[in-house]
T-cell receptor, first 116, second 109 residues
């Protein structure tokens, strides 16, 4: 069965460093998402991406964050200068259809980011 | 803005028991997602439903759109069902999902 994959599974970085989290969505999917979950808290929406541009972003997704789909398969989240509070599990998700969020989203296994 | 509340927050039961987890939301929606988060952190989508009931194996999800309420049931629970169960709904007019805080289920042998 097709699945969303994410690399790395774990990343430890120093505060102020740049990190890139990578995701390979399911191949025929059109909508892509990043979510994060700080330890002990709810999963939060960061950004959605469709047709090679951001379609929606949350207030968390400030200028330190960026997303791109550089080669038609990978979908990346870049954090330019990490802060301690960026430590979280980051989930990528994808779904097949445009329109509303009624279609099932398929989640990747997550990348656990620790900023020291 | 849609608010999602789950109950209970924690649930411990013995193997074989029938489990019910509840989810309420504040703004009318067209569909609701139930997700399972494994102890290692990964998330799996269990159900997306917009009306009535769906069944998959020992899992049953129901939704009452008028009452803005959904339940997830597990029959003949097993220790491998131990996980965090999360419901999520679309934010009205938006693409994103809004998540509940999760219900931590522990099934003891």
């Amino acid at each position: 069965e097709p699945e969303v994959t994410q690399t790395p599974s774990h990343q430890v970085t120093q505060m102020g460093q740049e990190v890139i989290l990578r995701c390979v969505p399911i191949s025929n999917h059109l909508y892509f998402y990043w979510y994060r979950q700080i330890l002990g808290q709810k999963v939060e929406f960061l950004v959605s991406f469709y047709n090679n541009e951001i379609s929606e972003k949350s207030e968390i997704f400030d200028d330190q964050f960026s997303v791109e789909r550089p080669d038609g398969s990978n979908f990346t989240l870049k954090i330019r200068s990490t802060k301690l509070e960026d430590s979280a599990m980051y989930f990528c998700a994808s779904r097949s259809l445009a329109g509303t969020a009624q279609e099932t989203q398929y989640f990747g296994p997550g990348t656990r980011l620790l900023v020291l | 803005k849609n608010e999602v509340e789950q109950s209970p927050q924690n649930l411990t039961a013995q193997e074989g028991e029938f489990i019910t987890i509840n989810c309420s939301y504040s703004v009318g929606i067209s569909a609701l997602h139930w997700l399972q988060q494994h102890p290692g952190g990964g998330i799996v989508s269990l159900f997306m439903l917009s009306s009535g009931k769906k069944k998959h194996g020992r899992l049953i999800a129901t939704i009452n759109i008028q009452e803005k309420h959904s339940s997830l049931h597990i029959t003949a629970s097993h220790p491998r069902d131990s996980a965090v169960y999360i419901c999520a709904v679309p934010e009205q007019g938006a693409q994103k999902l809004v998540f509940g805080q999760g219900t931590r289920l522990t099934i003891n042998p």
